[in-house]
C-alpha cells in the first residue's frame, strides 16, 4: 500500500461543515441503543466546545428504516423529511446535524433528487402544506455528527486527558474504523474522503493517537441490510456478513473497533457475542472479544469522561479490556449503578464472551 | 394503467438508477446480497432491460427482488453510474401496489415490516423503540440487553434521556400533535395507502393458507409465519 497515494486522493474529497449555529436531529437505533453517545455528543459539542445546538422536542425519525425496508413511499419520506427542515427553518437555523448514518444518507439522497427531479420537491411542499401548514428552506449545509467530531478532533485532543495509547507500552492501540455504507456509498462529495477513502474516523483516530488497520473487508456492509436483520427468518444474511469481516480482520489484531453509523456498532456487537455462543469463536486471544466503540464513546474517553457516563455498559462485548490498556481509572462498581447510585442488578454473563461484574 | 415498464418509469428511482447497463456484473461482483442469496443485480437489471411485461411480472411475483440490503455499495462501482439498488426499490413498491408481494415467501415479509417499523413511527415518532425489542424477537441482543430491557427507565435515565417526557431528548415522548402531523403527512401521500395495502393483500394470503389473521400485532399466526418461515432455498450452496 502507498499511504502518500492515498492521503493525495483523499485531500480531493473535501467537504464543509458548518462552524456553529446547529439543528440536532436524533437518530432511531442510536437513541435506543446507545443513549450514552447522543448524551455525550450534546455534552462535547455544547460544554466543551461552546457550540449552538439546538433541539427540537417535535422533531420526528426521517422514517428511513421505514423507507429502505420499502414499507414508507418515497413521497411519504420527503415529507417527513421537509417536515423536520419546517421546523429548523421556524427556529431560524440552517445547519443540520444528523445522528444517524441512515438519516444522512436519506436526506442526501433527497436534496440530490430535489435537484435532479425539481417536480419531486414541488410536489413534497405541496404535500407538506397541506397535511401540516408548514413551509421550508432547504438546509445550507447538512453534516452527520461525526463530521462536527472530525472537524473539531483537534479541539478535542487538546482539552481531553488521554490518548489512543496502550499505557503500559507506549504503544498506539490499533484501530479497525467501519464507516456504515450510507456515509458516503451513494454519494461520495457528500463524505470527508469520499467512499474510496473515507476519512471521517480516520482523521479521529490518527489525531489522538491511534493506528489505523488496513484489511480486506474493510468496507464490507456490516450486515443489516434492513429487511435481511429485521425479519428473523433474514439473519442469517445478517451475520455471514459481520462474520466475514471478522475473519478478515482477525490477524490484524485490533484493540477495538470505532464505528460511524449506530447499527453498524450494534451488529458488530451483538453478532459476535451470536458468534462466540454458536461456534466458540470470540476473534481474541483471550475470549474478551473486540470492543466495538461509537466515535462518541472514544471522543468522550479522550476528553476524559467516564466511561458509565457514556453508556458503555450497554455493549455485550465488554469494553473493560480496552479501558485498562488505555490507562482509564474506572470503577467497576459503578457500571450497574442507576442516576441515583443505587444497584440495578446486573446482566447474567454469556457463555464464552468475557464478561466483567 | 400502462405496462410495468411504465409504472416503473414514474419512480424517480428507476430513472436514476437505471441508464444504460453494459452488463458487466461489476455490482454483483461487490454486492453482499449476491455472495450470500441466489441473486445477482447484473441479471436483474438485463432483464429489466428487455422492457417485457411478462419478465418484469416474474421479478414482482418473485422471492429475488428481496434479497438485496440497500447497502447501495453497487452505486459507487457501476461504471455507468447506474444503480440497481435503486432499481430494486422501484420493483419493491411497485410488487406492494400491485399486491404482488404476497406471491413470495420473501415478499410476504412486509406484512412483519409494515407491522415492526411503520406503525411504531405513526405510534411512537421513530422506527424502533427499545420497549418493543425484547429477546424473544431479537434473541441475538443478549443477556446484557435482558437486563437493559428490565430496567429500561432507570438505564435511560442513567445515561441522560428524558425517557417517555415531554419536552426534547433521548426516548422523550412525542406530542400528539407531532404524530398528527405524522399521520397526515402519510395519509397525503400515499403512505397510509401502501400500509392498508400491505394489510389487504396479506389478509387474502392468511386466508388462502388458514392462517390465524387478527390485523394487527405481532403475535398472531400468520406473522409469525412470515417473520420466521424460511424455506432454505433461497441461498447459495
Given amino acids: 500500500m502507498i499511504i502518500e497515494g492515498k492521503k493525495t486522493v483523499w485531500s480531493q474529497y473535501q467537504k464543509n461543515i458548518a462552524d456553529d449555529h446547529y439543528f440536532y436531529i436524533r437518530s432511531c437505533i442510536r437513541q435506543n441503543l446507545w443513549p450514552g453517545s447522543e448524551t455525550a455528543f450534546l455534552r462535547i459539542i455544547r460544554d466543551e466546545l461552546r457550540k449552538d445546538v439546538i433541539e427540537d422536542a417535535n422533531h420526528t425519525t426521517c422514517t428511513g428504516i421505514g423507507y429502505h425496508t420499502d414499507v414508507v413511499p418515497i413521497e411519504t419520506t420527503m415529507t417527513v423529511v421537509a417536515r423536520l427542515f419546517a421546523l429548523m427553518t421556524e427556529r431560524g437555523y440552517e445547519n443540520m446535524i444528523t445522528s444517524c448514518i441512515t438519516s444522512f444518507g436519506v436526506i442526501t439522497e433527497i436534496l440530490e433528487t430535489w435537484h435532479e427531479f425539481p417536480e419531486t420537491e414541488a410536489r413534497t411542499r405541496e404535500f407538506l402544506k397541506k397535511a401540516t401548514g408548514r413551509k421550508f428552506k432547504v438546509p445550507h449545509n447538512l453534516a452527520h455528527a461525526s463530521d462536527i467530531i472530525y472537524k ?122 451470536v458468534i462466540s455462543e454458536m461456534e466458540g469463536k470470540t476473534y481474541s486471544e483471550n475470549n474478551d472479544g473486540i470492543p466495538i466503540l461509537t466515535y462518541e464513546e472514544v471522543a468522550g474517553l479522550v476528553m476524559g469522561y467516564d466511561p458509565w457516563d457514556l453508556g458503555m455498559q450497554m455493549h455485550q462485548v465488554g469494553v473493560e479490556p480496552l479501558l485498562d490498556k488505555m490507562g482509564v481509572d474506572y470503577d467497576p462498581k459503578k457500571k450497574y449503578l442507576d442516576k441515583n447510585g443505587n444497584s440495578m442488578g446486573s446482566p447474567e454473563k454469556p457463555n464464552v464472551l468475557n464478561f466483567c461484574c | 394503467m400502462g405496462t410495468l415498464y411504465e409504472r416503473l418509469m414514474e419512480d424517480v428511482r428507476f430513472k436514476e438508477g437505471l441508464k444504460a447497463c453494459i452488463n458487466c456484473g461489476t455490482c454483483t461482483a461487490i454486492c453482499p446480497a449476491a455472495e450470500f442469496y441466489n441473486y445477482e443485480p447484473r441479471s436483474i437489471v438485463d432483464m429489466i432491460q428487455l422492457k417485457d411485461d411478462d419478465r418484469i411480472k416474474e421479478l414482482l411475483t418473485g422471492d429475488e427482488i428481496w434479497y438485496c440490503g440497500e447497502c447501495m455499495s453497487c452505486k459507487t462501482r457501476c461504471p455507468r453510474g447506474n444503480a440497481p439498488g435503486l432499481v430494486i426499490m422501484a420493483l419493491r413498491s411497485l410488487s406492494q401496489d400491485l399486491g404482488y408481494f404476497i406471491e413470495s415467501e420473501k415478499g410476504r415479509q412486509q406484512l412483519a415490516l409494515k407491522r415492526m417499523i411503520a406503525e411504531t413511527i405513526l405510534e411512537m415518532g421513530y422506527c424502533v423503540h427499545a420497549s418493543h425489542m425484547n429477546l424473544e424477537k431479537f434473541p441475538e441482543q443478549g443477556p446484557m440487553w435482558d437486563w437493559v430491557h428490565d430496567h429500561l427507565p432507570e438505564v435511560m435515565d442513567r445515561l441522560g434521556a428524558n425517557y417517555q417526557e415531554e419536552g426534547p431528548g433521548i426516548l422523550r415522548k412525542i406530542s400528539d400533535e407531532a404524530l398528527g402531523e405524522l399521520n397526515r403527512i402519510f395519509e397525503v401521500t400515499g403512505g397510509m395507502d401502501r400500509l392498508k395495502r400491505i394489510e389487504r393483500y396479506s389478509r387474502v394470503k392468511a386466508k388462502d393458507e388458514g392462517a390465524d389473521f387478527q390485523g394487527k400485532g405481532t403475535d398472531e399466526g400468520y406473522f409469525n409465519k412470515v417473520f420466521t418461515e424460511n424455506s432454505q432455498k433461497h441461498t447459495r450452496e
Avoid at chain 1, 450510507?182 to 491511534?210: N, Q, R, T
Avoid at chain 1, 456492509?221 to 433474514?234: E, I, T
Wanted: glycine residues 10%; charged residues 25%.
Fill in chain 1, 152 to 273: 473539531f478532533r483537534k479541539e478535542i485532543k487538546e482539552k481531553g486527558t488521554r490518548s489512543l495509547v496502550n499505557a503500559n507500552t507506549g504503544e498506539k492501540l490499533r484501530v479497525v474504523e467501519h464507516i456504515g455504507c450510507h456515509y458516503s456509498k451513494m454519494f461520495p462529495h457528500k463524505g470527508i474522503g469520499g467512499a474510496e477513502f473515507p476519512y471521517v474516523l480516520i482523521g479521529m483516530i490518527e489525531d489522538w493517537g491511534g493506528e489505523v488497520i488496513d484489511y480486506p473487508e474493510r468496507r464490507h456492509c456490516c450486515g443489516f441490510g434492513f429487511r435481511q436483520y429485521l425479519v428473523k427468518a433474514n439473519r442469517g444474511f445478517s451475520i455471514a456478513c459481520t462474520k466475514k469481516k471478522f475473519e478478515s480482520m482477525e490477524q490484524f489484531k485490533p484493540d477495538f473497533i470505532i464505528t460511524n453509523c449506530p447499527g453498524c456498532n450494534y451488529f458488530l456487537d451483538r453478532w459476535q457475542y
